[in-house]
């Protein structure tokens, strides 16, 4: 049985914000936002990463990850001006979730900086 957090927030074990939900992915706000709008997208199969989405069959719902973004982008009222898309993966990359997600952040101009 897979517990990270957010399977405990996609089955309603645990509480989130959510935006926006349909079978395949899940939209919540972050709980410590970085920006005035900061979502995680989720999708709600679980997967620890982009190493469980390797094969061909999984292009589809991958490249919808990214639709879901924008889509969710224009609802928040951000995809006009813009906004940034990261994926943390890994010890390196800073990942402490292991559940696949995507940060969307923005709300303002956003720093030239994605390296630290
Ligand atoms: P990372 O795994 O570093 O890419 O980021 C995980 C993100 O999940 C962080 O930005 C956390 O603030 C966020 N987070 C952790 N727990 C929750 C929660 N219960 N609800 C919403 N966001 C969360």
Redesign the pocket.
Known sequence: MISD??CK?ITGK?K??FVYKDNDFAV???????APV?L?IIPVRHADSLEDFLEEKDNELLGKALIVAHRVAHQVGIAEKGYRL???EGEY??????HL?I?LLGGKKLGPKIVR
């Open positions: 957090v957010f927030i645990i989130a914000d919540i706000k972050d709980i410590n936002p970085q900061h995680l990261i994926m943390n990359g800073g990942k402490l979730v292991p997600h940060h």
